[in-house]
Nanobody
Framework: QVELVESGGDSVQPGGSLTLSCAAPESVFSMHAMAWFRQVAGKEREGVAAIYVSGAGPYGGTTNYGAPVQGRFIISQDKARNTLHLQMNNLKPEDTATYFC????????????????????WGQGTQVTVSS
């Protein structure tokens, strides 16, 4: 069973920065896409950022961001360490949520990369709290 392990969640003040990490087996980075989602209790899981990985061929490295985080968050992959990162800048209280890492081997089109139902592999989540 493929395991994704998130880390880096913390409590920060508004305007601060945080970087989340998702450790995954090397095989995951040969799949089609990976992504970060977030969820607040009582609400649906929201797509934050996604990236095509090597299984997507020439599209590998292409990213997609949710509108609320566009220009503030950066998704990246560290292939040498089999790790997916989410760099979060200028954090706002509304960014408070549990953040999940996900992966898929489906040939997901770009416009569906932030849809949770496209992903079959999930981590357990890491909590991010933004508060003064």
């Amino acid at each position: 069973q493929v395991e994704l392990v998130e880390s880096g969640g913390d409590s920060v003040q508004p305007g601060g920065s945080l970087t989340l990490s998702c450790a995954a087996p090397e095989s995951v980075f040969s799949m089609h896409a990976m992504a970060w989602f977030r969820q607040v209790a009582g609400k649906e899981r929201e797509g934050v950022a996604a990236i095509y990985v090597s299984g997507a061929g020439p599209y590998g490295g292409t990213t997609n961001y949710g509108a609320p985080v566009q220009g503030r968050f950066i998704i990246s992959q560290d292939k040498a360490r089999n790790t997916l990162h989410l760099q979060m800048n200028n954090l706002k209280p509304e960014d408070t949520a549990t953040y999940f890492c996900a992966a898929t081997n489906n040939r997901t089109p770009w416009y569906l990369l932030l849809q949770a139902d496209q992903y079959a592999i999930w981590g357990q989540g890491t909590q991010v709290t933004v508060s003064s």
